[in-house]
């Protein structure tokens, strides 16, 4: 247990790969100690508050069947709604502003700022994801909607609106390492967002004009995805996959590029 | 692998941005350390010794000029500012050994036997008192091997036995690794070290003499 020395001589980027594994996990332990401790439910939270955001709005859009006169399970609608918001949402949230109070874990050589934000993105994945297809089921079970027409339609689009979720937190979180505006422009926008990531509306259901607006934003193509999956056959979606993988690259090149800026330039205490 | 490893440090400087523009901490910092071999860094207090450190450790880059490492180098030894204070001294040592791969349970053993910490391992580090996070800190920094330790300003820790049991560990079972040492203070330099550089005014000399490299020291102290 030297240092940096793993056992067998493996070639020099499996050895790294190995080591990046092994101090990715040991953040994301040290992570969820931190975040949810031992005491009471624990961890569970990571999935049950995302679950509540879901249950309260998928309760409200219910309750007021104010979103679409149509023939569209509401449930179904909701949780895919809902679930895509919290993706693309919680993601940026938690990188903003996470290099500062995490410089000195840098005095371990090995521990790098992409494998902070890979820890952090991991288990926000992995919250919203679980909290996705526990709704779905338990819904399901209960009859307010149907199991998906075309799951792997699903996951498709929700592994898309991973990657821009993932992409673009990691931009602001290392760009938030130059500068506080981020975090404070970050907030209104992800809110403003909101209405206008296609989570509580059909694109088919706006007007042509503002449909062309609409699509450019990335995060309407996965949602309107991931619901064609869902309950296809009950609406015609709009969304081009091809454009959103676009944008996904575009972020993921200008984040690496700013990581590399950010790490460049760290002061660590 | 590691046999004949080496730090080399090639023309290193460091500057900052600051208001008025930037200022340079050092520059054309040059010297190589083998294994085993030690290093003494006499400087005062602003001097850029800590710099110096953090560039030698990887945690910070130089501005200019090449650092090459061909053996694992530590973490400022005992340093404890990377313990995350809600959680307990065992969480925080269980997440050093997943970082470097060190077996945990006989690591947690080796530690606590240590320490002395007691039950307080299974307490948050936040309840600790200075002078049980730096056993805990020492504790850790010697869980894990390496080729070469940073030592950055030897401050005595516990009592005058505990003081004695990390001097065993240190100096006299892990002889044969390299340590860079830096200190305000030339005695534990002159003790433990073969060779001494005066980092002074922004610049680095290297002495192969002690008295010589005091003098130095001495010298330029108001710069």
């Not at chain 1, 975040?35 to 569970?44: D, E, K, Q, T």
């Not at chain 2, 600790?128 to 940073?150: H, K, N, P, Q, T």
């Amino acid at each position: 247990m030297s240092g940096d020395v793993d056992g067998a001589p493996k070639s020099r980027l499996l050895r790294s790969w190995a080591i990046q594994r092994r101090v990715i996990g040991a953040l994301l332990m040290r992570e969820v100690i931190t975040r949810y401790g031992r005491h009471n439910i624990g961890f569970l939270w990571l999935f049950l508050e995302p679950m509540i955001f879901t249950l309260g709005v998928t309760a409200i859009w219910t309750a007021t069947k104010s979103v679409h006169g149509s023939d569209l399970p509401i449930a179904a609608f909701a949780v895919t709604g809902y679930s895509s918001v919290l993706i693309w949402r919680n993601m940026p949230s938690r990188l903003v502003d996470s290099i500062a109070p995490n410089l000195s874990l840098m005095y371990h050589r090995n521990v790098k700022i992409v494998d902070i934000f890979a820890a952090r993105l991991l288990l926000e994945a992995v919250g919203v994801a679980t909290s996705f297809m526990v709704l779905t089921l338990f819904f399901a079970a209960i009859g307010w909607l149907n199991l998906p027409e075309d799951p792997l339609k699903v996951i498709e689009g929700w592994l898309m609106l991973a990657w821009w979720g993932m992409s673009l937190a990691m931009f602001l979180g290392a760009l938030s390492h130059r500068s506080e505006l981020v975090d404070k422009f970050w907030h209104p926008t992800a809110y403003l967002l909101f209405p206008l990531s296609g989570s509580a509306f059909l694109v088919d259901a706006m007007p042509p004009e503002f449909q062309k607006w609409i699509l450019y934003l990335p995060m309407v193509h996965g949602v309107e995805c991931v619901r064609d999956g869902f309950f296809g056959s009950h609406f015609t979606p709009h969304y081009d996959l091809g454009y959103m993988a676009l944008i996904n690259l575009t972020f993921t090149f200008l984040a690496l590029t700013e990581i590399r800026h950010a790490s460049q330039n760290l002061v660590p205490a | 692998m590691t046999e004949g490893g080496m730090i080399n440090v090639d023309k290193v400087s460091k500057r900052y941005k600051v208001r008025s523009g930037w200022s340079t901490v050092f520059r054309d910092v040059d010297f190589r350390i083998a294994k085993g071999e030690k290093i003494g860094i006499l400087g005062r207090n602003g001097a850029g010794k800590s710099t110096l450190i953090r560039l030698l450790g990887g945690v910070e880059q130089p501005s200019s000029g090449r650092i090459t490492r061909t053996m694992s180098v530590s973490w400022p030894l005992a340093f404890s500012g990377a313990f995350q204070q809600s959680l307990t001294g065992a969480d925080n040592l269980r997440f050093i050994c997943r970082v470097y791969g060190a077996d945990i349970s006989e690591t947690v053993d080796k530690v606590e036997d240590f320490a002395e910490l007691g039950k307080y391992m299974r307490e948050p580090v936040r309840t600790y008192s200075a002078g049980m996070r730096a056993r805990l800190g020492f504790g850790i920094s010697l869980a894990v091997e390496f080729d070469c330790f940073l030592i950055d300003e030897i401050v005595a820790v516990g009592d005058s036995r505990f003081q004695q049991r990390c001097y065993d560990e240190l100096f006299v079972k892990r002889k044969d690794r390299a340590m860079i040492m830096v200190s305000h203070n030339d005695r534990y330099i002159r003790e433990h070290c073969d060779r001494a550089a005066v980092l002074a005014g922004g610049r680095f000399a290297v002495f192969d003499d002690m008295d010589e490299a005091y003098g130095y020291y001495q010298a330029h102290d108001r710069e």
